[in-house]
């Protein structure tokens, strides 16, 4: 990309290429001759640094902005303004943004990743009165070992304190992104970032965001007034579990939505570690999945007429359209096999998890990864009694000894 910036020095920096560019500003890779190190440094247009107003509350914000330290907020070196802009120095973060791996649905365990490390930093910078207003994929980078860390912390904020820059009645944000108050032009509060996060959770499960359009106007009528499309009919994939949380981060009505963002990754990992990939079908009333008629022992219940199915093994309780006991691996429709390692007596037992050694959380006894911190939890696909092969196709946990996936029944040899 050519740009007149690039060979420049701007406080202490040499601009040495364009990374990315937004509605707002655009983001450089940078030498910083000082302290010998690169950096990314981000360059507002001349237009803002004329205004006086502007620029003050843009130096508080950025002193505020300057005393967060945590793992998944980019750190800020300096701010200030040079040859006639402002400018914010960040720490380079080598491995892209979220959006540049966009477009298609993410493997459900790297969406857990991801989320989980926005959370924290959400979590961490509501504890301190902070809100982001711009959570969104292209404001998440990832470094060299797929860890997010969240940017540009305080400039919507300071977009927002701008009579001029805004419309009356609007609010500051990207519209694919921004609550239902947000849009409205109302005060914002933690649960605008926690709506933000489940669009973005909702992108990276379908490729895409809930609403599209081309204009201000018809995203902010959509995101007000308009019924979130289930996930699962963009992806059939997501299952009843991930459904929910996603549609529950979406609530219109703010006070619906989870409390923290940490509460929502936490469900949402609970929810894929035991997720039932959700057949192409019907859905229910409430907008949650359900499998078509027509399958195997499947039918298409409505939410009110299907209570739990518990296993007349381990009394496990599972959704009614399980095949095999999720617990166990026990058939539960008429004349499904049993598979060997149930008739065996070496399937695991209802409850059994398997506790990551560094950060305790509970993960599915075949995860190779922890799912919150990505801690390996064995050496390979064999882990420890009564545990087998990983599904490739819907990644689910297999007692040793299947020659087909007891969820989605992908043949292993």
């Known amino acids: 990309m050519n740009d007149e910036l690039i060979g ?4 202490h920096c040499v601009i040495r290429a364009v990374l990315g560019e937004g509605g707002m500003a655009r983001v450089y890779r940078a030498y910083q001759e000082n302290l ?8 507002l247009p001349a237009h803002y640094a004329a205004d006086e107003n502007f620029v003050e509350r843009f130096k508080l914000e950025a002193r505020s902005m300057a005393k967060l330290s945590h793992p998944n907020i980019v750190t800020i070196h ?3 303004a040079d040859q006639g802009r402002l400018y914010i120095v960040m720490a380079y973060i080598s491995g892209g943004t979220l959006k540049d791996r966009m477009g298609s649905p993410m493997d459900p365990r790297q969406v857990v990743r ?5 959370a924290a930093a959400l979590a961490y910078a509501h504890e301190r009165g902070i809100v982001h207003r711009d959570v969104k994929p292209a404001n998440v980078l990832l470094d060299e070992n797929d860890r997010g860390v969240l940017s540009d912390f305080g400039i919507a904020k300071v977009l927002a304190a701008t009579e001029n820059l805004t419309r009356v009645g609007a609010g500051v944000g990207t519209p694919e992104y921004m609550s239902p108050e947000q849009c409205r032009g109302w005060t914002v509060d933690p649960r605008t970032d926690i709506y933000a996060l489940g669009v973005m959770l909702y992108e990276m499960l379908t490729g895409r965001t809930p609403f599209v359009a081309d204009n201000y106007t018809a995203l902010a009528h959509a995101h007000i007034y308009e019924r979130v499309p289930p996930p699962s009919q963009l992806n059939p994939r997501v299952s009843p579990a991930v459904q929910a949380v996603v549609l529950k981060a979406l609530e219109k009505d703010p006070s619906q939505r989870f409390r923290g963002a ?3 990754a936490e ?7 035991a997720q039932v990939p959700v057949a192409r079908g019907g859905h229910g009333g409430t907008g949650h999945p359900y499998p078509a008629a027509g399958h195997a022992g499947y039918g298409a219940p409505s939410p009110k007429s299907a209570p739990p199915m518990p296993c007349p093994r381990c009394r496990g309780l599972n959704a009614p359209w399980n095949k095999y006991c999720e ?5 539960l429709v008429a004349g499904l096999p049993v598979p060997q390692s149930v008739a065996m007596g070496t399937a695991w037992p209802a409850g059994v998890r398997a506790t990551c050694p560094r950060c305790q959380a509970p993960n599915s006894p075949g995860n190779h990864f922890c799912t919150r911190c990505g801690t390996p939890l064995g050496g390979g696909p064999q882990l420890g009694p009564g545990t087998g092969m990983i599904c490739p196709r819907c990644h689910h946990a297999n007692a040793r000894g299947e020659r087909f996936c007891t969820s989605c ?5």
Do not use: H, N, W, Y
């Open 114 to 118: 991801v989320i989980d490390d926005v």
């Open 409 to 413: 029944g992908f043949a292993f040899e």
């Open 36 to 43: 010998d190190r690169d950096v990314a440094i981000k360059i």
């Open 78 to 80: 300096d701010a200030g």
């Open 327 to 331: 617990f166990c691996g026990l058939p």
């Open 267 to 273: 469900a949402l990992e609970e929810a894929v570690a």
């Open 262 to 264: 940490t509460d929502l």
């Open 8 to 11: 420049q020095s701007m406080g």
